[in-house]
C-alpha cells in the first residue's frame, strides 16, 4: 500500500525517483509526489492521479537535486487531493516526509502542536509526524546528529505504523529513513544510496541491499550509512542479494503483468518444486520449515491464516493436507484470528500464507500466534519480507516478482507448495512409498499440464467476450474446486467490477439459486471424475432457469459440450493438482472479460497490491 523511493548521490535524483514510482504505481495510484533538497531549499510537486500526470509537471518544471524523495499513496487519512499527497511538509519549512502506514495517535500529537504554533494544512496524520520532527530538530541539543535524532525522538512518541523519508532542508546531501510494519530497504550503489518500500524500485541499480527492522531508523549519505534503534542502540546492518532480475519487473511483450504473470505459471512451479523432492523421490523436502520429522509427528491440528487469494490458497491447502496426511486443519482470515482469541490446543502449528509476506493481518496474526507460543510457519514469495523474517521457519515460493494486483501465478505456486506440504506431511505419517512416488510424478508433469491448458488462451478469450456485459456471475465447483469458484469471483469482481460470487455448486440451490436467470451465467468448474454426474445435475438445474453455462471439464468429457453453452476442456491430472489447472481459465475469462470492458487490469480502482494498513 503506498510506494516510497529514495536517492542520495552524485546523479540527479528526479528521474531516479519517477523511474522508481512508475515500477512502484501498483503499490497504490491515488496520487503521487517527490521531493528534492537542495542548497537553495526544497523542490517539491504534487500531484492527484497516476505517477505519469506527475512526470508531466517534474519534466515540464526541470526539477533538480541529487537527494530526494518520492511517494505513490494509496489514501487512508484525508482524501484523494493535492493537499494530501506526499511529501508533506512541516510548518516551517525545514522537513519533508513520504509515509507509508498509520499514525494511530496523531490527534493528541496534533494539539500538542497546535498549541506549540505549528498549522497544518492536509488532512493526514503524516503531516503531524512531520511536524513532530520540526518540535524535536527545534530543540535538538546534538549539533552534529540533529537531522536523525529529532526523526528518532519524534518517532519515540508515536503510536502506529510506518515505513518513512525524510528530507531536511539544512542537511541537503542527507536523507534519514525509519520503519516499523511496513517494509524499507536500503539498496547499497556505488557512490549512492537508495532507499524503497520495495525492491522493485531499485532493483535496476542496485541488488545490494539492507532490510531495515521494525524499530530501526537509519541515517544515509551517499557513501555511507548508520542504523541506530529507537532506544538509541547501534545496528549491524547485514547486506544481501536480491534475486530478482531488472526483467522480472517488466512487461516484456504482454500487454498487462497480469497475462504475463498468467503465462509464467509453468515457469513459477517449476521453480516453486526445484530442488524439493528427495532422492528417492518419494516426498518433498524443505529446507527452511526448522522443525525436524519428529517435531512435525507431534503436530496435531494446523492453523491457516491469510487474506485474499491467499487465504483460498488456506482452503486449498485444507484439503491437501487433510485427505493425504490426515491432519486435521483449519482456515481463518488473519484479520478474524487476530481478534478472535480462538481457543488452541499446544500442538497446533500455525502457518501464514502471503505473497508480499507484508500483509498487515497476516503478520499481526503471526505476531499473536507467536505471542501465545504456538509454532509458526509460512509460505511467502518477497525474500527478507517481514513475515518470512518473524516467522521461525517458513517456505519460498520462488515465482518472482509479481506486479498485477490481482494475484496469479503466486496464488498457484502457493497451492502447489500445500501439495507438496502435504507429501511432506503424508509421508512422514501414513502415506505409503508407492502413493508417495505417484504425488511426486503427477506434480513433475504439473508444468506441462499447466502449459496446455494455457494453450487454450484464444479459445478463452472468444469466450470471455461473449460474457463480458453481464453485470452477475457464479462460479461453482465441488470439494476442492469450491476454493477455486471463489478465486474465480474474486478474480472477476476485483478487475472487472462485475458483481461474482463464488459458491460450492451443491449449496447453491440453498440461496443463490434466487438469481438464476438469463442474466446470470454460471461458470462450472467440474473435473472430477467421481463426482461429475452430481455437477452435471446442478448444471441441469441453472438451465432449466435458462441460465448461460460455461463449463470446465477434463479430458475424455469433450461430450458435455452438447449441455452447455460454452465447454473448456482441460488435461486430467491428479486429484490433489485439479484445483490448479481449473485455476487457469477463471483466470483467463477474468483477465479478457475486463480487457473487454477496457478495465484498469493491472491498478484496479481502490485495490492496491499489498496491503500494509488494517
Ligand atoms: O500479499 P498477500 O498474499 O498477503 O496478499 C493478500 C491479498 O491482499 C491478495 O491476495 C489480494 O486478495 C489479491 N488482490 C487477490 O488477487
Given at each position: 500500500m503506498c510506494g516510497?523511493?529514495?536517492y542520495v548521490g552524485d546523479r540527479g535524483a528526479v528521474q531516479i525517483l519517477l523511474e522508481g514510482l512508475t515500477r512502484l504505481e501498483y503499490r497504490g495510484y491515488d496520487s503521487a509526489g517527490i521531493a528534492t533538497v537542495m542548497n537553495t531549499g526544497f523542490q517539491v510537486v504534487r500531484r492527484v492521479g497516476r505517477v505519469s500526470n506527475l512526470a508531466h509537471t517534474v519534466n515540464e518544471l526541470h526539477l533538480g537535486g541529487h537527494t530526494g524523495i518520492g511517494h505513490t499513496r494509496w489514501a487512508t487519512h484525508g482524501a484523494v487531493s493535492e493537499k494530501n499527497a506526499h511529501p508533506q511538509q512541516s510548518t516551517h519549512g525545514l522537513f519533508n516526509i513520504v509515509h507509508n502506514g498509520v499514525i494511530e495517535n496523531y490527534i493528541p500529537i496534533k494539539s500538542f502542536l497546535l498549541k506549540h504554533g505549528f498549522k497544518f494544512s492536509s488532512d493526514t496524520d503524516t503531516e503531524v509526524l512531520c511536524n513532530l520532527i520540526e518540535y524535536h530538530y527545534n530543540k535538538e541539543k546534538d549539533r552534529e546528529n540533529r537531522f536523525v535524532k529529532s526523526v528518532q525522538k519524534a518517532l519515540f512518541h508515536v503510536r502506529g505504523t510506518y515505513g518513512l523519508a525524510v528530507l531536511c532542508k539544512e542537511c541537503p546531501e542527507?536523507?534519514?529513513?525509519?520503519?516499523?510494519?511496513?517494509?524499507?530497504?536500503i539498496g547499497i550503489g556505488d557512490n549512492e544510496i537508495f532507499v524503497a518500500s520495495d525492491a522493485s524500485a531499485i532493483v535496476q541499480h542496485t541488488r545490494s541491499v539492507v532490510y531495515l527492522n521494525d524499530g530501526e531508523v537509519a541515517h544515509l549519505t551517499k557513501d555511507d550509512f548508520s542504523i541506530i534503534t529507537l532506544g538509541n542502540d547501534n545496528v549491524h546492518a547485514v547486506t544481501c542479494e536480491l534475486d530478482w532480475q531488472v526483467e522480472d519487473t517488466d512487461k516484456g511483450p504482454y500487454e498487462h503483468f497480469m497475462l504475463k504473470e498468467i503465462f509464467e505459471q509453468p515457469v513459477a512451479l517449476e521453480n516453486a518444486m526445484r530442488g524439493r523432492f528427495s532422492d528417492d523421490y518419494s516426498t518433498a523436502r524443505f529446507g527452511g520449515l526448522r522443525m525436524s520429522a519428529h517435531e512435525l509427528r507431534q503436530v496435531d491440528r494446523i492453523l491457516l491464516c491469510a487474506c485474499g487469494s491467499a487465504w483460498i490458497a488456506c482452503l486449498e491447502?485444507?484439503?491437501?493436507?487433510?485427505?493425504?496426511?490426515r491432519i486435521p486443519v483449519e482456515v481463518e482470515y488473519s484479520s478474524e484470528f487476530r481478534y478472535r482469541n480462538a481457543p488452541l490446543d499446544k500442538n497446533t502449528l500455525v502457518f501464514i500464507i502471503s505473497q508480499s509476506g507484508e500483509t498487515i493481518d497476516s503478520l499481526a496474526a503471526l505476531q499473536e500466534a507467536k505471542r501465545k507460543g504456538f509454532r509458526t510457519l509460512a509460505i511467502t514469495n518477497v525474500i527478507g519480507s517481514s513475515i518470512a523474517r518473524e516467522s521461525e521457519g517458513g517456505i519460498y515460493q520462488h515465482s518472482g516478482p509479481e506486479i498485477g494486483v490481482a494475484s496469479t501465478k503466486s496464488f498457484t505456486a502457493q497451492i502447489c507448495v500445500a501439495a507438496m506440504l502435504a507429501l511432506y506431511f503424508g509421508r512422514i505419517r501414513d502415506m505409503s512409498f508407492d502413493d508417495g512416488i505417484r504425488f511426486v510424478e503427477a506434480l513433475r508433469m504439473l508444468p506441462d499440464a499447466v502449459k496446455k491448458t494455457l494453450s487454450q488462451s484464444d479459445n478463452i478469450k472468444?469466450?470471455?467476450?461473449?460474457?463480458?456485459?453481464?453485470?452477475?456471475m457464479l462460479f461453482l465447483g465441488r470439494q476442492s474446486l469450491f476454493p477455486i469458484a471463489l478465486e474465480g469471483a474474486l478474480k472477476l469482481k476485483e478487475i472487472s467490477y462485475i458483481h461474482s460470487e463464488g459458491y460450492p455448486a451443491a449449496e447453491m440451490k440453498h440461496g443463490p439459486i434466487a438469481l438464476i436467470s438469463e442474466k446470470c451465467p454460471c461458470m462450472f468448474l467440474a473435473t472430477q471424475e467421481h463426482i461429475l454426474q452430481k455437477n452435471i445435475?446442478?448444471?441441469?438445474?441453472?438451465?432449466?432457469?435458462?441460465?448461460?453455462?460455461?463449463?470446465?471439464?477434463?479430458?475424455?468429457?469433450e461430450?458435455?459440450?452438447?449441455?452447455?453453452?460454452?465447454?473448456i476442456v482441460v488435461p486430467d491430472v491428479h486429484p490433489a493438482l485439479q484445483p490448479i489447472i481449473a485455476t487457469i481459465p477463471v483466470q483467463l475469462l477474468a483477465y479478457y472479460i475486463a480487457k473487454s470492458r477496457g478495465c484498469d487490469i493491472d491498478k484496479p480502482r481502490n485495490l492496491a497490491k499489498s496491503v500494509t494498513v488494517e
Open positions: 516510497i523511493i529514495g542527507e536523507l534519514v529513513v525509519a520503519r516499523k510494519s511496513s517494509p524499507l530497504l491447502a485444507e484439503y491437501l493436507i487433510e485427505r493425504y496426511a472468444k469466450i470471455a467476450e461473449k460474457y463480458a456485459e453481464y453485470t452477475d445435475s446442478n448444471i441441469q438445474e441453472v438451465r432449466s432457469r435458462h441460465a448461460p453455462v460455461i463449463a470446465v471439464v477434463a479430458d475424455g468429457h461430450s458435455m459440450r452438447d449441455m452447455v453453452d460454452d465447454l
